[in-house]
């Protein structure tokens, strides 16, 4: 659960950056902030993939 607030948060705080970036023609903070959104897409996907590789495993030895 706190990985998944964190990754979250950076979502947020990353999408925050990119629109500021972008309202105040600041390409460096614009830039950081696509970063920041896109590493926290990154994340939540391979924590979907090792949730759904998990519920695999339980449900194979749950069938033994």
Do not use: C, F, M, P
Request: charged share 45%; net charge neutral; hydrophobic share 30%.
């Amino acid at each position: 659960i706190k990985g998944k607030i964190h990754t979250l948060k950076d979502k947020v705080v990353g999408e925050v950056k990119e629109v500021v970036g972008k309202v105040t023609d600041n390409d460096e903070l614009e830039l950081k902030g696509k970063i920041q959104s896109s590493g926290a897409d990154i994340r939540k996907k391979a924590d979907d993939v090792k949730d759904d590789i998990a519920d695999k495993l339980n449900d194979l030895t749950d069938k033994k």
